[in-house]
Nanobody, 116 residues
């Protein structure tokens, strides 16, 4: 049984920063690709950023240069550093651990609200 627990969301003013964390418990190994998705009200869930087991990163165009994804395999944790936040970044952020088509785990989500 694998559980992912996100933390670090909250309310921040435009231009501010937040750091999200997602820690996994259970049978996790370093081969997982770890990712962050987000879903705003009335919209589909979308990929924000991903990092492979080899450290290769991929970002959505709308966060390039502002967000940074990283991972700590020893802690089974993935992070998302979010800088220069905009109101349109407001959403529920979900972490995802995936390995091939066999394993696909999701966290419960953490709310990020960017507002003055």
């Amino acid at each position: 049984q694998v559980q992912l627990v996100e933390s670090g969301g909250g309310l921040v003013q435009p231009g501010g920063s937040l750091r999200l964390s997602c820690a996994a418990s259970g049978s996790i190994f370093s081969g997982f690709t770890m990712a962050w998705y987000r879903q705003a009200p009335g919209k589909q869930r979308e990929l924000v950023a991903a990092i492979t087991s080899g450290g290769y990163t991929n970002y959505a165009d709308f966060v390039k240069g502002r967000f940074t994804i990283s991972r700590d395999n020893a802690k089974n944790t993935v992070y998302l550093q979010m800088n220069s936040l905009k109101p349109e970044d407001t959403a529920v952020y979900y972490c995802n651990f995936k390995h091939l088509s066999t394993y696909d785990y999701w966290g419960q989500g953490t709310q990020v609200t960017v507002s003055s």
